[in-house]
């Protein structure tokens, strides 16, 4: 069985309106049957899993620690790398996908990743930070592609769905 992964990004402080989003984005991707990855820490990443979770979702957390009681409770499957800040390649890798909300240099470093790696990146412009700053651009001048931009978590995940054909 192939898993479909959709990985969340974004900030570890980010605020409650971000929060929110992060929450409902996590619910979408369960609603639609996909795995959540993450960073597997607090903020986004926890509050993310935590919206998947109301709607039995799976979560994979790929901490930055080697301990796996650092992952939030909502966290399915931990992943403990001692890598410190080289795990965002991991996240960023892990899903077929991206979605970016808020964020700070962890982030920015992920999604330059997941453009390496071919990964659609979707951001949410509500949320601030690099998703915000990078939504509707082009990472660079090799590829035509862009950043896409949505207004809301059930566009996020949809803007996912249609850019890898899945059903």
Request: with cysteine; proline share 2%; charged share 20%.
């Amino acid at each position: 069985m192939t898993y479909r992964i959709i990985s969340i990004i974004g900030g570890s402080d980010s605020n409650h309106d971000v929060l929110e989003l992060a929450e409902q984005t996590g619910a979408e991707i369960a609603k639609r049957g996909v795995t959540l990855a993450c960073g597997g820490l607090g903020g986004v990443m926890e509050a993310a899993c935590r919206g998947a979770k109301k709607f039995n979702g799976l979560t994979i957390g790929i901490l930055p620690t080697e301990m796996k009681e650092h992952a939030n409770e909502f966290v399915d499957i931990v992943i403990p790398t001692g890598l410190g800040y080289a795990r965002n390649f991991l996240v960023a890798k892990a899903g077929d996908a991206v979605i970016a909300l808020d964020g700070s240099a962890g982030t920015l470093s992920e999604i330059a990743i997941a453009w390496f790696s071919d990964r659609p990146i979707v951001a949410l412009t509500k949320s601030g930070g690099w998703a915000q700053k990078l939504a509707g651009t082009q990472i660079d001048g090799r590829r035509n592609d862009v950043v896409h931009s949505a207004e809301t978590p059930r566009e996020a995940v949809q803007m996912v769905f249609d850019a890898l054909n899945w059903k």
